[in-house]
């Protein structure tokens, strides 16, 4: 799911459009620019029935949507939530819609070369499972 969730941001035309390819699953490369995302998995969401695991999924997954102004953040943020929204099948992995479950702020802070870095942390409930 992770590689597959990276794939898709990365392919969405509106979200690509403002950071190119710079989605990132646990943290952002050194030296690379911004606009950009970090992905976090913050729990696993593996359902049951009462026969035990089924394929389907719920992670809940951490969007760090980071920019140097709040005019690059703020629609990032809103690209992403349109994209996470949608069903789709990336790879191996088929995409439920994704539900928002909480958006604040990121505290603003300084990265070396670059500058006051902000932006939206928001946390989707991402369903998915393997095909």
């Not at 490369?29 to 089924?54: D, M, N, Q, W």
Request: with cysteine; hydrophobic share 40%; glycine share 10%.
């Amino acid at each position: 799911m992770r590689v597959d969730l990276i794939t898709r941001l990365r392919a969405s035309e509106p979200i690509s459009a403002i950071i190119g390819d710079r989605v990132y699953w646990d943290k952002r490369k050194v030296g690379e620019g911004f606009p950009a995302i970090v992905l976090y998995k913050i729990s696993p969401g593996r359902t049951y029935t009462f026969k035990g695991a089924t394929g389907l999924q719920s992670a809940r997954v951490q969007f760090d949507c980071m920019a140097q102004e709040v005019r690059d953040f703020d629609p990032l943020f809103k690209a992403v939530r349109d994209e996470m929204e949608r069903t789709v099948t990336i790879g191996e992995t088929e995409f439920g819609m994704s539900f928002l479950d909480s958006e604040r702020d990121m505290p603003t802070v300084d990265v070396a070369g670059i500058g006051p870095v902000g932006g939206v942390s928001a946390d989707f409930i991402v369903w998915w499972q393997s095909t």
